[in-house]
């Protein structure tokens, strides 16, 4: 028989087993960190029916998703799209989630989701078609204050002190003061804004002198004064909590808009202090203005302070309506996202990715096969201790053991004949540290877990 | 504009925030088990080629595919299947992992796999077009001996008894004794051993007689006498380890493929003792075939004792050859899986889920607003004790806090006025107790941690 080449779709992220180990603690933690600050787990279907998930978004997005038939649907083909379609994103599907339950949930409503969603991207390095994103929002009903733009941030802070990934910092600005801004240097039209926000949304790609062209052309027209304005209004960044207030302060009153915005990120900074976020780790940086159209306030991105060519590793801002195309009630919300795909990818090519143990933190050799029975009733014992175990099943060399626990990442071995079993002892190799002592049965799961303790405190 | 109904597609199990997390720590449960016992995580994506998933599958399998397509090739149609599927189990995506990733494993590869599984089934009560499967699989190189067929009794046992269900039973069989007992019966052919194998999978659903029916009519053209004993074989249970023996010892010599099924279960059995199972959780039940025809040796099934018609809850086997569609290298293999959802979806129906309490462990109440500072502070200190905390960020009747808190399933409220502020004191309230102490600061970590702890202990 043929055989056929195994294989996978370009664009996913299939991992080995020590890989996954890693990716798999860095899910676990933001999923610690966001439960820790009472949000709720929601999962929701793969699929949408397309009309759903399709009701307001562009032709970009519409190109880039991926339809389902069941074979049935294949043989009968109906007119338009077919019936199905895969996520997207998992902000659409939660619009459709407090919609279609809004009447069983508590509000503000504090949800996480960690799920993959699905994009027909070009294939390409660094592109996922398929990718975990990590979302929590807050959704009010009719009103929303700015206290849960501030606590965003404070999820934000302590997910990224625990995934240990360097130093970094949380970005945040605000649309209304953005808007009012362009309104005082002659862009008052909002279409006209829009594409303004995108232009300088370019300038980190594109740098200033294109982008100034742009604004000085023919679509926008503004003066060189102007133009100039905007470029030194979108360089503003703080450093501190003070010097966040007082460049806000000197922008000066403005239009209304303006000062409107001025005064949420004031309030929003003040809350993200006293939700004890280190001020080494927010800024204002007036240049962020997230690609998405639907954020009308506060906005976010996070950045590694040694590693900016990685770009946002985490983003998001605050909406007035959620899911205005599926209920009539005013469903105001706050929310970021973090792409763990992408970002557990970036971490591995700066090798930037901590050295993952196993998630087997002990082997049980067989020195004896006589023996198997009290390996088996020793690993019972420790499992029934919450140590995750292995115990080799087959005979062979005890070099060959002790050489897959070093492939394998296991931590400890442990090595029992009958030597030991006469003398109620046990053997306890320390793989990372090279050493080995004899431990007397009775002691064993204390000093194993000590062992492992250490582990947890000194990664290597 | 139109509102568009919010709905999600039949056949998929969407769950409330408190469901969410009882299905949750279900997994959670499963994983740790799985990983207690030295498997390895791995998650393929959710679409394969569609050559590579369908290799070998059947008709019916093909008429249950989902394919998947992008709005490109919906644009441009080409001949044949879509190039992309849903994954309709984890065994096929295992395969081909393996045969993938054949240097960078170690073998015996054990691993195991929670993720989705789609399936077109006909929208119907109980059946799920998404749902959860948790598989373990080791994987040998050219070999595997039958002590990894008694470590999978030994996970599932460990499995059922963390999720405290209620008893259960593991049921063992082997296909070669059941076999070899066919032919010596006079079904010699491999092809109506498979359909005789079929029918009596059968029993339970249609009754003896037909299937007896069955076996004594054209297709088989079997005896009365040689129908009676099939059926006598069938019913052969055991109760207890001494008793599982002696029944296969009755069976007698047989053929040279019943008799070395018969030494494979009884050597099975002998290292499910050794493993520490309790002989009160398995036995062998002769008339389990399980559908799929790839099992070749051992094959399982798991019952809750008290609620047979639930049916099997974890079922799986052994098969002499996993990914020959993919490698040339011979990889015998033996797993079981857990139908998650389906499990969930069933105990829910009965009333057997335990009422789940919430992520949120603490809420923070806010008695004066003039204090939210304190009470952030306060939420900040928990959280870095591993405490999920929320903080009730707007003002509001303590009353209507306190509701929220019950209906949510929160556990301990705090309550914090300028008095208690004064004094260094806490008021806790026990949600589930009813009852109220007043805390001095310095000990509400550890208050709170025995509160909770005894909450483990005794679930309501």
Chains 1, 2 share one sequence.
Request: charged share 25%.
């Amino acid at each position: 028989m043929a055989l056929t080449p195994a294989r996978t779709m370009p664009g996913t992220l299939e991992l080995l087993p020590l890989e996954q180990i890693a990716f798999q603690r860095m899910l676990d933690t933001i999923r610690c960190n966001f439960e820790h600050f009472g949000f709720l787990p929601v999962e929701t279907p793969v699929m949408e029916f397309s009309d759903v998930l399709l009701t307001k978004q562009g032709g970009e997005t519409e190109r880039q998703v991926y339809f389902v038939q069941s074979t049935g649907a294949l043989e009968k083909p109906a007119a338009g799209l077919p019936e199905l379609a895969l996520r997207f994103d998992l902000t659409v599907p939660l619009a459709r989630y407090v919609a279609e339950h809004e009447h069983d949930l508590n509000f503000p409503f504090r949800r996480y989701q960690i799920q993959r969603v699905y994009r027909g991207e070009r294939a390409q390095r660094g592109r996922f078609r398929e990718f975990y994103q990590c979302d929590i929002d807050v959704i009010g009903k009719d009103a929303l204050s700015l206290r849960y733009d501030a606590e965003i941030p404070a999820v934000i802070y302590s997910v990224f002190r625990d995934l240990a990934i360097g130093p970094f910092t949380i970005w945040l600005n605000n649309r209304k003061l953005m808007r009012g801004f362009f309104e005082s240097v002659g862009i008052a039209d909002g279409e006209k804004q829009a594409l303004a926000l995108r232009e300088v949304d370019k300038l980190d790609k594109r740098g200033a002198e294109p982008v100034r062209d742009t604004l000085m052309g023919d679509g926008f027209g503004l003066s060189a004064a102007a133009a100039a304005k905007i470029l030194d209004f979108v360089k503003i960044r703080s450093s501190g909590h003070a010097d966040a207030l007082s460049k806000l302060d000197a922008l000066g009153a403005g239009n209304a808009t303006l000062a409107e915005g001025v005064a949420e990120l004031k309030q929003t900074l003040e809350g993200i202090r006293a939700f004890g976020v280190p001020q080494t780790h927010y800024a204002i940086n007036l240049s962020i203005a997230r690609g998405l159209d639907y954020y009308t306030g506060t906005v976010y991105e996070t950045t590694l302070n040694e590693h900016p060519q990685i770009g946002s590793i985490c983003s998001g801002g605050r909406y007035d309506n959620l899911a205005s195309n599926y209920t009539k009630s005013h469903l105001p919300g706050v929310g970021i996202s973090i792409g763990a795909t992408r970002l557990f990818w970036q971490l591995r090519e700066a090798g930037l990715l901590p050295a993952a143990g196993s998630t087997i933190k002990v082997l049980v050799t067989q020195m004896d096969e006589a023996q198997l029975p009290a390996y088996l009733q020793l690993a019972s014992e420790l499992r029934a201790a919450g140590i995750a175990t292995e115990v080799v099943l087959e005979p062979g060399k005890l070099g060959k053991q002790f050489k897959y626990a070093d492939r394998a990442g296991i931590r400890l071995v442990l090595v029992l004949g009958s030597d030991e079993i006469a003398k109620g002892t046990v053997m306890v190799k320390d793989m990372r540290r090279q050493d080995q002592v004899e431990v007397p049965r009775a002691e064993l799961v204390a000093r194993l877990r000590d062992a492992l303790q250490r582990d947890e405190d000194k990664p290597a």
